[in-house]
Structure formats: C-alpha cells, structure tokens
C-alpha cells in the first residue's frame, strides 16, 4: 500500500518561500499558499533571480523587468503582497557564501516559522534532469535556515540591524520526489491556475498549447495524483524537515 501523505503542520503564523525563478511557485505550491493566505497566514516571496534568461526572444534588459511584473501579479492572485528579488544572475547561481548569507538574511528579515524551496536534487524524480538553479537555491536555502540563527555566522548581518533568527521549525521542498506532507488543493486550486496564467508572457513561448488549458491540465493533473496518498483529496505534496 502506498504510504499516505501527512497534513503540512498549521500552527504557525509566518513562512518565506525561497526559489530561483518566477514561476517556480506556481508550478510547485500556490495552491497551497492560495489557502494559507485564506486562513489569514502571512506568507512572503524570495526570489535569487528575475528569470531574465527565461525567454530566447527578449533579451536579459527586457525580459528581467516583464517577468517581474509578471511575478508580482501572480502572487497577488493567491494573496502575497510581498515579493522580493535579490539579483542573482539567471541560469548561473552559484551556491556558496554570498547565496546563503542573502537568504540567511532574509529570513532574519522576515522571521518565518515554515521556509519553503523547490526541489534541490539533481533529478525530478529521476526522469528529467533538474537546472543548477534550483539545485543551488534549494541547498542553500536548507543551508541558510541555520546560517539565521547563529550570530556568529555572518555577524555583518547584525551590523545592519539584522538580528539572528532561530524560529524557522520546518523546511518543506516542493517537488520533491519523497513527499511525507501534503496540503488540500480544493481551495486553492483555481486561482493557483489564475497565478500561472499571470505568467503569460513566459508560457507563450514555452508551450503552443492555449495558456489556460496548458496551466488548468498541469495544475489540476499534479493535484489529482497527489490525491490517493491524501485521503482522496487533491493535494500540493511537501518533503518536510523538522528543525
């Protein structure tokens, strides 16, 4: 019998999800950040780059500040009003010391108790091989939710007011091919179609499907296979680490 998925823990007020590119949240959880931000949840976006290297057509000068744009309307559809973006070069992160003090510092910024990635191995599920930016943002965000809490690491931190933070309890890796968690998707499902779609002008050009039929059949199909390790219901799956 397939093991079943646990539900994500609820007690707690705060999370950061931290990736590499716009859209990586929406392929991976916004319906499950469509039903925190419901149930009064605060939850904030991190990204290390602009995607300006994700559309041959438009060059890095164009296409960082469209897909910005984009990213912020698609966080508003499921109710994250705070996006930040750090400026890490797309296609090239580099994971090391300057990646895992700027999330180190962000998460002392921001203080979350649940910290969100994208899957950080080297294969989606040993069928396609994953890009070194999410390998490089997904360790180092695991890397950096200790780096937080320990004042003696990156201590020019607290010289800018950031104090250590040690209040991160879980990491939860979306698109990870050992899920042990899940959240119901019912909720959230539809404007997590709706926060994809706001991708518009990336998904032109990645798929000759129509948009919505592209993002509606992806989305809702994820969901429903989640469902029969979730007591039937459509669910976003989290590998969760406790801290």
Known sequence: MTEQLKPMPEDWRRALAVVAHPDDLEYGCAAAVAGWTDAGREVTYLLATRGEAGIDTLGPQECGPLREREQRASAAAVGVSRV????????????????R????AAIRRYRPELLITLNHRDTWGGVAWNTPDH???????????ADAGNRWIFPELRERGLEPWDGVRWVAVA?????THAVDATAGLERSVQSLLAH???LEVLTDEDPEVYCR???????????ERFGGRPAVPFELFAR
């Open 101 to 104: 003090r700027d999330i180190a």
């Open 200 to 202: 518009r002008t990336y």
């Open 84 to 99: 930040e973006f750090l400026d890490h070069r797309d296609g090239v992160i580099e994971y090391g010391i300057p990646l």
């Open 217 to 227: 059949t992806f989305l809702t199909g994820n969901a429903e296979a989640a469902a």
């Open 175 to 179: 698109g990870s091919s050992t899920p």
């Open 135 to 145: 390998r490089a943002v997904g360790r180092a965000t695991l890397d950096a939710a």
